[in-house]
């Protein structure tokens, strides 16, 4: 199947990012590279179980509020003098007072709504995004995964610009692209080591991609790499993305 099947066939929770939870030590590297402190208000839109409010509360002394549209997972969540839940849908919610926001969908309608809303928030206001910049936005601060966008937004003047903001490099071939795809996969492992693999196989390949079509790989050909893997994803795992490249 193609790789479009493969995303549609996954359940809605995941595509959205509802359903995608961060390591601990994920959210304290988050927090370090944002330098959370005492004066910040923390949102995390899709909070979950509230792993992330606990740690901004507790270790980095933020105010910390979690916005998810799950009762259940609402409930969960310890609460303390530090520490707001509310259950709301994030695209409706008061994010006003906000100084930093970790926000982690890849639902493209999900995204242009919030950024619209974003882009009103109080200058100097941080927002944190995993792997991919907010649209047509170059991020102020970059540790990849985690990439750091400040009110008022710079816009990027077209997608290789953005590319070169978020790689921070002339040209992307394999070696750059297996490196920063492995770390996201530490950012977001998890205890299957197969599904680490996978997701790193998947993301080397859809890096190189991009950048093949956005003018910016570093050959014109596909690298022997890029190829042995586009052809594992084909035969080993049935999803196909050669159509991908332009």
Known sequence: M?????????PSSIISGQQVQLLDDSI?????????????????????????????????????VGIDNDQEKIDQIGKNSKVI?????????????ATVILFWFSDDTIIAKMFERFSGLNPGCKIITIFDPLPKTIP?????????????????KNLKDQIMAVFETECIG????????????KAVGSPDAGNDRFLTILQTVM????????????????????????????N???IEVKHLIE
């Open 28 to 64: 304290r590297e988050i927090f370090r590279f944002v330098d959370l402190g005492k004066n910040d208000v923390f949102y995390h839109l899709g909070c979950g179980t509230g792993n992330s409010l606990r740690i901004a509360a507790k270790e980095f002394g933020a105010k910390a």
């Open 207 to 234: 890096i190189w991609i991009n950048a093949k079509n956005a003018g910016v790989s570093c050959t014109k050909e596909i690298p022997a790499p890029v190829q042995a893997y586009i052809e594992i994803l084909d």
């Open 174 to 185: 394999f070696t750059t692209a297996w490196e920063y795809a492995e770390r996201y996969t």
């Open 85 to 97: 839940v509310r259950c709301e849908n994030i695209i409706d919610s008061d994010l006003s007072d």
């Open 236 to 238: 080993f795992f049935h």
């Open 140 to 156: 102020n601060k970059v540790s990849f995964p985690y990439l750091l966008h400040q009110t008022p937004f710079s816009p990027a």
């Open 2 to 10: 193609k790789i479009e099947e493969y995303i549609s066939s996954l």
